[in-house]
């Protein structure tokens, strides 16, 4: 169990902030955005009242920033930065050159919309829309979750058989800017937790030279690079949960690759993300009360995604609603609604899947508008058609 019991009330972003200072990276570079700005902010105080012994580096843009901890993961260090929204948007050509390159970044994520319009609000569309960058992501719902994904964060991305890097996300102003309840790890527990950083062909090596970034063309090795990373990513939900077994070791909170609740009987379902699960967990014990046999599976681990155990998890369900706070334009429905329907297709039975979209910009979701969602679910229960058009809850008014 943690070494303290002592409950602090503090921000998503303080939660963040503070455990990269028990972490001490080597090197963070940043760039302020909004809702993440407080992360580094105080991150930066830590490094000018000497708490830490981190190199900060201050650049010009979020590409800059990203591009700046490739070159320090390269050479050595273990190194953090932190974004949202249109940084991350602005980052995007380097992530794929991070994972690509196998750097162990960890990256906090503050879930921002991307514009346009212009909007600084809470969806998911600027991390869905990495989601094949080759990064680890972790999901968390509150404070105390921010907190913890980042420490496990860095032992899944220095992982000798994962090498590849991570963002952890919470929402933003939801949780990021709101005050929440955080039990620390102490700085001891936290540096035994993650140990030394063990660099692999670092760049400064100079007994040992190796080139970083070279050609990979049309007669090299790109391919299977690209097959490796995979390779990886599927070793990695072992590794992501072996990780959370120890860490409740240490901090007595066990996490998984999911967060199921009530699913054991449950005939209806809803899978959705972040801050949003406290509401739907209401929802459910309210119809629960009813005689309805509801349940909910929160999202933690999305990249990789761990298919199987969502099959397992569903496969008694008749009807599973998917909530997304981003959608997938063109597609048949929000990128969590399409993992969850794949990862259903082969069950059998096969729970029907219903796409719903909520959040976007920001506008709030009530209690009333996820027991909309699960009328919806127990009317398809005997229907032998149902519409599997995306359904927008809380929508103003219907657009064309």
């Avoid at 260090?77 to 970044?105: D, F, K, N």
């Avoid at 967060?259 to 119809?287: C, F, H, N, Q």
């Avoid at 496969?315 to 998917?322: E, H, I, M, Q, S």
Wanted: contains cysteine; aromatic residues 8%.
């Amino acid at each position: 169990m943690a070494a303290t019991a002592e409950i602090l009330a503090v921000t998503g972003n303080e939660a963040v902030a503070e455990a990269m200072r028990q972490i001490n990276p080597d090197v963070v570079a940043a760039y302020p955005i909004t809702p993440a700005t407080e992360i580094v902010m105080i991150f930066a105080q830590y490094v000018a009242d000497g708490k830490v012994d981190t190199e900060f580096v201050t650049v010009e843009s979020e590409h800059s920033a990203m591009s700046a901890a490739i070159g320090a993961a390269a050479s050595g260090a273990r190194t953090m930065t932190a974004t949202s929204s249109q940084g991350l948007a602005l980052m995007w050509e380097m992530l794929h050159i991070a994972a690509g390159y196998r750097v162990p970044i960890v990256m906090a994520n503050v879930n921002r919309a991307l514009s346009g319009p212009i909007n600084i609000h809470c969806d998911h569309s600027d991390s869905m829309g990495s989601r094949d960058t080759g990064f680890i992501q972790l999901y968390g719902e509150a404070h105390q979750e921010a907190y913890d994904n980042h420490i496990m964060a860095v032992r899944v991305a220095e992982h000798p058989e994962i090498r590849t890097p991570a963002m952890t996300m919470m929402d933003g102003f939801i949780v990021s800017g709101a005050i929440g309840p955080l039990q620390e790890l102490t700085d001891r527990q936290v540096q035994d937790f993650i140990g030394p950083f063990q660099a692999i062909n670092p760049l400064l090596d100079s007994e040992h030279p190796v080139t970083v970034g070279p050609f990979d063309g049309l007669h090299g090795w790109f391919f299977e690079h690209k097959a490796s990373q995979q390779r990886a990513m599927d070793r990695a939900l072992k590794v992501v949960d072996e990780v959370a077994r120890e860490y409740a070791q240490v901090s007595g909170r066990r996490y998984g690759l999911l967060d199921p609740y009530r699913m054991d009987d449950a005939e209806i379902a809803i899978v959705v993300i972040g801050s949003t699960a406290g509401a739907t967990r209401m929802t459910v014990d309210k119809l629960r009360a009813k005689g309805v046999k509801a349940g909910m599976i929160r999202v933690r681990c999305f990249r990789p995604f761990p298919a199987a155990a969502y099959a397992k998890a569903l496969c008694n369900c008749r009807v599973v609603g998917v909530l997304d706070r981003a959608d997938s334009l063109g597609a048949q429905g929000g990128p969590l609604f399409l993992e969850v329907r794949s990862a259903l297709y082969d069950s059998d039975p096969r729970p029907r899947v219903l796409p719903f979209i909520y959040g976007l910009g920001g506008r709030d979701i009530f209690p009333n508008n996820i027991e909309e969602a699960f009328a919806v679910l127990r009317k398809a229960v005997p229907a032998t058609t149902v519409s599997v058009r995306r359904r927008y809850l809380n929508l103003r008014k219907d657009v064309v």
